[in-house]
């Protein structure tokens, strides 16, 4: 692998960047591997990574029928935190979150992990209620997480309006000092990079058009470029689950629905932290580049066309225009949609389905790119061992039956 | 700057020149605090051209000197703030921007001037931030980052925010239309007589002020006479017709599903701060529901790839032309045409007759006839075939062009050999031209790549729309009319459903015939592709060939890699200029064909558009409704504390005088434990559900029983969700046999009428009953306390309030004060209690009447908090406290409410499951602090053992917690893992900075009994 | 911003007249005697959903019109609306061709 460094870019700049080679190989597929990921998102893409790196297994596919890093990981807004409330949730995206404090040097990718901070706005006592619960349970589980007063969340965000005549008085805020953003497309990349490195095929182009089986063990899968043996064969293909699952007979609790976002034009600096106001449901930060990054709810109807509504995106930025009565004069620039997986208790699944040697990745809602690297690292365990993580073991299949579910619903008016 | 004559005198060619500007009429603006003089008519870009300027900003990454190379909404150079203070606004391109009297303009992305900006030095050492160089940098070490990333953050952005709020009004409007029309040049002109003839109700919108498109601008004739004169004489026509709605300066920017179209229309920008109106809408937002939508946005002219084509004085042919034509501005003295097809000899010949000099057209094209060409030749201006810009030489800071270098075109090769230099100030370059598909592509609209015009034009869609005229993919004037005739025609007969016959004949339109065009991706410099010559693709995010042929050959190749990777397409511009030509370079860096390369997808908006008009009047105090009872006058003139709960305001406290919170609960708290209190809740949900059924349909609701109650009584229900959680609690009361009445909590009341008629109508079809929600229509009070019954009985009634006639869980109906009344036994604080129900336009004087009479009984009103810390010393749940939606009955000990009798109702199955029913429950238990003074914070948790640090393993948190004033003691709930087998046991509770004990206790604190509300 | 139109008031609006309450048809198995059904079932019943790519059978309800709750056929990959009918209607025949493919 080519290291990447201000040095090598030094070097390179002499010779007009005329030295530098592919990121990763387009490798054609083995007619066999130990183990085949289908999807190449973030998540895939990390579980691949973590398997070649921890556990030594390189004999492994990722296969995509896109283009790597093509779904939600390159469609989200890049929010990273792990103040959840439930010891479950909280446990999963803080390993996640930790190891996006060391990703970049871990890949030698710039995945730019920002921790600029990340305020979670209360404007009902309801909410402040909540909240302060969120911050008990974080710090007893070693989050850095705690409430704040108003007027430092003023201090922080000027153009945030705390007029008397403001809708909703601010009360607060759960602030993450160490929550932020990354760059969303580099996480991909960098994950991609290094699994091939490693020795892993990412095969792109290649779409899964059936999951083989034999006496309820999985066999390997069928694509558009033929026949692939497996001994074991994960799903990593949010938005397109229900359609994996089919092809492996699996009866699963999801729903595939459009979560949006859109940007504003850039400008110079205005907001340096990110802010998520629950009971307007409207988040935002600003991007490296300047602009607005705007994301809300998602959209309620089951849907698998990649654009959403517009009155969702109505909405969010009717919100947002009145906590922040700046941007109304801004212009909107873009605005995008990702499909979505939304689960019975909008908690993620990971582990093991009723076909012996066929793993379940999926489910994560509005939570999916903060999770990348966590979810990779218990997921190339559980498939290394066969046997959940013990970190990923709550998030099995089983909880729908029994009941055991996983909600953050209590202060979920948004859930990035 | 110069102070050349850059205005075309309005004498030359019989006044050809400046058709759009009001020679009369001038204008004063400023640029940087330079005062400027333009005339009415003028864009700001025209104006600034014709007074010499010539630079108009920096570019993204590399800070390097922008001119304008276009002259409409495809600009992407020339960005500029318009406005000052509460008017301010970044990011307008000066290609739209109308001049008006006293506009203020500022340049951006500079510092500390555009002349002299420090980060142009970004240029100097470009060569070691190639696309993507952030990635491989910035690295070591970690900690440093943050810093790297905020010297980042202030370099990028483009203009600044608005430091004032914005004062203007936005709106919306909602329309239906047979036939929307997006674009109103020659093709939507046509399009729409067509359709209106049929009796279609059209509404045609064009982005600029003026109709007619490019009509101005082309040669040939309609019907014999200048395509402009037709077009006027269209756009009259309409204008006469009652069922045609036309819209200058409003842009469509974006096609939704079923034909769904947003429009945003600029009403008040073109006008002089002065003179806007105060109610007038900045920005109408058009929501559009059209049967057909017609595409007819026509096309963009694409640059050229050659070294420095990024320089201040390289523009866009039709764009100069457009200048010279409009606005009677030449943006140069001496020009250079560059081009791979006839258009641009069009602009050749237009700028000569304008007076500058044309000397030289270089073409891509090996020798070419045409008509047009032999017009150019006639012209005296020389051809030089087969040919390029190698170069284009500046003078120092790259300001101005002094320059071309003309070299051979060559097969294949990647070097040039410069053969003759040739002295400008203008360059046109012409690249051919991509329909913008945009708006046909925004659902599914699939595009199809056309060898002819090397770009991709409108396929195949599900939804009713298409596209016409060079949006099409067509260039010619004839094909433009007769398609936008027919495709009108048809559109507005399918639209309305009548088969009129066609009335509109289609004009007979002639032009020149073209010879077709080459494509050119590269124009090769001295060095190749990556040696130091720079030859922008995006101009705005500085994104080169260079760029894209090292994404590709680090493996970023689809297109949303490359654009991802490089930034291409992703600036204010949205790639409008771009595109094309990076898929071409991309292809032949691939050694592809562009459409095996692939295609971007597109987007809404076309155009970036005011966030303002999203959020229309929804702004401001219109943002959200707010609730209120019929007794908020009295609560705000009581100094009462209000506190939103969902859109309602509901009273928190009243404080008296310098009281704080705390001590106007503990004074409302003791007066009603003590004497009597008084409190609205009037927004608690009241839901009648009437019928034979109601019975049946409620034992299902409720996981207790209500068929066996009797009318005129009351009984406490809870709700489970099907996932047999707890959401909701309640008093329902049977007014009749067949009529009951539900009261939930404030939050959930909507909620529940929905989930009500859901069940009703879904599952249980066949119970006869009707749901109706009346929370509004009742005002509803609790009279609590020891004198609570003394007070109602002073008042006139025709109740009996006694304590044998009115028993706990009575209801009765009547009149109070001689008003009609239901009022029931029911107590949330443990008092004696009355709640009230009047009719809601009753509600403030009964309150008001009940105030007086309980004057003497020292009667006092208590808000919710005061409330909640009563409900709690008796040990009652609040859903939203205890309830966290994972929370059921039985955690709550409530079992008593959950039947095992009732054979079926929501939750019932549910609540049997493994988890549901197991041993690791959280269980509600009371809480009791060593330390009397000591109130738990609400939300804090309990540890199985207490470490030194976290993590520490939780075992259950503290639900509610308050200081009770009629205990003089601090109390608290918890929900514990196994709570009632740890009665008696102390918990301890890490804080930040101490660890508090509690003992676990029952949850009833205070009249476990009952005594008092049974009084 | 789908159009929708209802089958009882037969009024046509925009999706935000309109309110989604997913998939259509879903049996509830707990009406006769919950006591007998097992997690499993249970489970299906509140969670498991066809989410298919393609023809969909979902309720939506008229909130600004009638107030009353529909079925409608819609495609979740085009969005295209084939059909509205009664919420006590049976699963038309369409539904049933699409989901053996």
């Known amino acids: 692998m080519q290291k990447y460094s201000i040095f090598t870019l030094a070097r390179n700049a002499a010779n007009y960047h005329k030295g530098w080679g592919l990121a990763w190989r387009s490798p054609e597929p083995k007619s066999e591997y130990d183990i085949v990921i289908i999807g190449a998102g973030g998540h895939g893409l990390a579980t691949a990574y973590y398997l070649a790196k921890r556990h030594n297994l390189t004999n492994v596919a990722v296969v995509e029928k896109g283009w790597l890093g093509g779904g939600n990981t390159g469609r989200n807004t890049t929010i990273i935190r792990s103040n959840y409330l439930q010891d479950e949730s909280a446990a999963i995206y803080e390993l996640s979150r930790s190891l996006y404090e060391g990703l970049a040097q871990e890949l030698n990718y710039n995945v730019m992990f920002s921790p600029r901070g990340l305020f979670m706005l209360c404007m009902t006592e309801h909410e402040l209620r909540g909240f302060k619960r969120h911050a008990h349970a974080n710090r007893l589980s070693g989050i850095e997480s705690r409430m704040v007063s108003a007027e430092e969340v003023k201090r922080k965000i000027p153009i945030l309006n705390v007029s008397p005549t403001a809708r909703y008085p601010l009360l607060g805020a759960l602030y993450q000092p160490r929550g932020g953003t990354a760059r969303h497309d580099a996480v991909a990349w960098g994950y991609a990079r290094g699994a091939d490195n490693l020795g892993v095929d990412i095969l792109q182009n290649c779409a899964v058009t059936g999951i083989t089986r034999r006496g309820g063990k999985v066999t390997g899968i069928d694509t558009v470029k033929g026949h692939i043996k497996a001994k074991k064969v994960a799903i990593v293909t949010a938005g397109s689950t229900t359609l994996l699952g089919d092809m492996a007979g699996l009866k699963l609790p999801i729903e595939s629905v459009t979560l949006q976002a859109c940007v504003s034009e850039p400008i110079k600096p205005v907001l340096d932290v990110v802010i998520m106001a629950g009971t307007v449901h409207g988040y935002m930060s600003q991007s490296d580049k300047g602009e607005l990054v705007i994301g809300g709810g998602a959209d309620e109807y089951n849907n698998y066309s990649q654009r959403g509504s517009f009155p969702a995106i109505e909405h969010t930025i009717t919100s947002l225009a009145e906590l922040f009565p700046i941007i109304r004069r801004l212009k909107m620039l873009r605005q995008w949609a990702g499909i979505v997986d939304m689960t019975g208790d909008r908690s993620p699944i990971i582990g093991k389905t009723d076909v012996d040697g066929l793993y379940l990745n999926c489910g994560w809602g509005t939570g999916g790119f903060k999770s990348i690297p966590g979810s990779g690292l218990v997921f190339a365990d559980t498939i290394a061992n066969d046997r959940p993580h013990p970190i990923a073991e709550p998030f099995g299949l089983n909880r729908f039956a029994e009941g055991r579910l996983i909600d953050e619903s209590i202060a979920a008016g948004v859930a990035h | 700057m110069s102070g050349k004559p850059y205005r075309i005198p309005s004498s030359r060619s019989q006044g050809a020149f400046g058709r759009l500007i009001d020679r009369d009429a001038a204008l004063s603006f400023t640029f940087d605090d330079k005062t400027y003089t333009g005339f009415k008519g003028d864009t700001l870009a025209s104006a600034l051209l014709a007074n010499g300027v010539r630079l108009f900003g920096r570019s993204f990454k590399y800070h390097r000197p922008r001119g304008v190379i276009a002259a409409g909404p495809e600009e992407p150079n020339a960005l500029v703030s318009v406005g000052s203070g509460a008017t301010h606004e970044p990011n307008n391109r000066i290609t739209d921007v109308e001049l008006y009297d006293g506009l203020v303009a500022t340049s951006q992305n500079r510092w500390p001037s555009l002349a002299f900006d420090v980060s142009a030095i970004n240029n100097t050492f470009s060569r070691l931030i190639p696309s993507g160089f952030y990635y491989k940098t910035f690295m070591w070490p970690a900690k440093l980052w943050p810093h790297y990333e905020h010297i980042i953050r202030h370099a990028a952005g483009l203009g600044t925010a608005p430091q004032e709020e914005d004062e203007a009004v936005y709106e919306q409007v909602h329309v239906n239309c047979d036939v929307l029309i997006a674009g109103g040049g020659i093709a939507g002109l046509a399009a729409a007589l067509a359709a209106a003839e049929v009796g279609a109700r059209v509404i045609i919108a064009d982005l600029s002020p003026r109709f007619g498109g490019a009509a101005d601008c082309i040669d040939g004739k309609i019907d014999s006479a200048a395509p402009l004169a037709w077009a006027k004489k269209a756009v009259k026509k309409l204008a006469a017709m009652d069922n045609v709605y036309i819209l200058p300066r409003t842009t469509v920017t974006g096609h939704y599903d079923h034909n769904w179209v947003l429009m945003c229309e600029r009403l008040s920008d073109h006008i002089s701060e002065a003179d806007r109106l105060a109610n007038r809408p900045r920005h109408r937002l058009w929501k559009v529901r059209a049967k057909k939508v017609i595409v007819a946005t026509g096309a963009f002219e694409r640059p050229l790839t050659f070294a420095n084509n990024d320089r201040p004085g390289v523009m866009l042919a039709s764009a100069a032309r457009s200048y010279a034509t409009r606005y009677g501005v030449t943006p140069g003295e001496r020009a250079v045409i560059f081009t791979n097809n006839d258009d641009a000899y069009l602009t050749a010949l237009t700028l000569q007759d304008a007076g500058v000099s044309v000397p030289k057209i270089i073409d891509v094209r090996e020798d070419t006839k045409s008509a047009l060409i032999s017009r150019a030749e006639d012209a005296g201006i020389e051809i030089i075939h087969s040919s390029v810009i190698s170069n284009v030489e500046t003078s120092f800071g790259g300001t101005s062009i002094e320059g071309v270098q003309i070299a051979t075109r060559t097969a294949t090769g990647r070097l040039a050999q410069p053969f003759a230099r040739i002295e400008c100030d203008l360059v046109c370059m012409s690249g051919g031209w991509n329909p913008a598909v945009h708006l046909f592509a925004h659902v599914n609209g699939s595009v199809r790549f056309d060898d002819t015009l090397q770009t991709f034009r409108p396929d195949q869609t599900s939804e009713a729309i298409v596209a016409i005229g060079a949006a099409n993919g067509h260039f010619d004037l004839s094909t433009t009319i007769d398609e936008s005739f027919d495709k009108g025609y048809a559109a507005g007969k399918s639209a309305t459903g009548k088969s009129r016959p066609k009335k509109a004949v289609p004009p007979k339109a002639r032009q020149d015939e073209r010879s077709p065009l080459e494509a050119l991706w590269f124009a090769p410099a001295k060095g190749s592709l990556n040696e130091g010559n720079k030859h922008f693709i995006d101009f705005q995010n500085d994104v080169t060939a260079a760029d894209i042929e090292l994404a590709a050959r680090e493996g970023y190749r689809s297109v949303e890699h490359l654009k991802r990777y490089t930034t291409l397409g992703m600036a204010t511009d949205q790639g409008k200029t771009s595109n094309i030509s990076a898929l071409g370079i991309l292809a032949d860096t691939l050694n592809t064909t562009i459409p095996a390369a692939g295609a971007t997808r597109f987007r809404p908006p076309f155009t970036p558009f005011s966030l303002g008009s999203i959020a229309g009047t929804q702004a401001k105090h219109l943002f959200q409704p707010v609730r209120r009872t019929p007794i908020a006058t009295w609560h705000h003139d009581n100094n009462c504390d209000m506190e939103p709960v969902g859109l309602w305001r509901r009273p928190f406290c009243y404080r008296h005088g310098t009281e704080d919170r705390q001590a106007a609960i503990t004074r409302e708290i003791l007066a009603t434990r003590e004497k009597a209190g008084i409190i609205d809740l009037s927004s608690l949900g009241k839901i009648e559900v009437k019928g034979p059924d109601a019975g049946v349909f409620l034992d299902r609701i409720y996981s207790n029983v209500f068929s066996t109650l009797k009318p005129g009584r009351c009984r406490y229900g809870l709700m489970m969700n099907e996932d047999g959680f707890l959401f909701d609690d309640g008093v329902t009361v049977r007014l009749a046999e067949d009529h009951f009445l539900m009261h939930t909590t404030s939050g959930n009341a909507d909620r529940i009428v929905g989930w009500l008629e859901e069940w009703h109508q879904t599952e249980w079809p066949d119970l006869k009953l009707f749901i109706t929600p009346v929370t509004e229509n009742y005002t509803q009070f609790a009279v609590a306390g020891p004198h609570s019954r003394d007070i109602l009985q002073k008042l006139e009634s025709t109740i009996d309030f006694s304590r044998e006639a009115f028993t706990p869980l009575d209801y009765k109906s009547g009149e109070l004060c001689g008003v009609p009344v239901r009022i029931y036994r029911i107590s949330f604080s443990g008092e004696l209690s009355y709640e009230i129900s009047v009719p809601a336009n009753y509600g403030l004087a009964m309150w008001q009447a009940l105030m007086v009479a309980g004057k003497e009984f020292g009667l006092t009103a208590y808000g919710t908090e005061p409330l909640h810390v009563m409900r709690a010393e008796k040990g009652f749940i609040a859903i939203g406290d205890e309830t966290d939606g994972t929370v059921t009955p039985l955690d709550l000990d409530l079992g008593w409410a959950v039947s095992k009798k009732k054979v079926d109702y929501i939750g019932k199955r549910s609540l049997q499951r493994s988890f549901l029913k197991g041993d690791e429950r959280k269980e509600m238990v009371g809480l009791l602090t060593d330390d009397p003074k000591e109130v738990l914070p609400d939300g804090c948790y309990a540890v199985e053992q207490l470490l030194d640090k976290p993590p520490m393993k939780m075992i259950g948190h503290v639900s509610s917690s308050y200081y009770s004033p009629t205990l003089n003691r601090s109390i608290a709930f918890g929900l514990i893992k196994n709570g009632r087998a740890r009665m008696g046991d102390t918990l301890q509770f890490p804080l930040e900075d101490k660890v508090v004990s509690a003992k676990v206790v029952s949850p009833v604190f205070y009249d476990s009994e009952g005594e008092r509300q049974n009084a | ?101």
């Open chain 3, 1 to 101: 911003m789908l159009l929708i139109k209802c089958p009882i008031c037969d009024c046509e609006g925009d999706e935000t007249d309109f309110h989604y309450g997913g998939e259509g048809h879903i049996q509830r198995p707990t009406s006769s005697n919950p006591d007998k059904v097992g997690d499993e079932a249970q489970r299906d019943y509140l969670y498991v959903r066809k989410n298919p790519r393609g023809l969909h059978s979902e309720r939506w309800l008229c909130e600004r019109g009638c107030g009353k709750w529909f079925h409608a056929l819609r495609d979740t990959a085009t969005m295209v609306i084939s059909k509205t009918y009664l919420i006590t209607d049976k699963p038309p025949a369409e539904l049933k061709k699409a989901g053996k493919k």
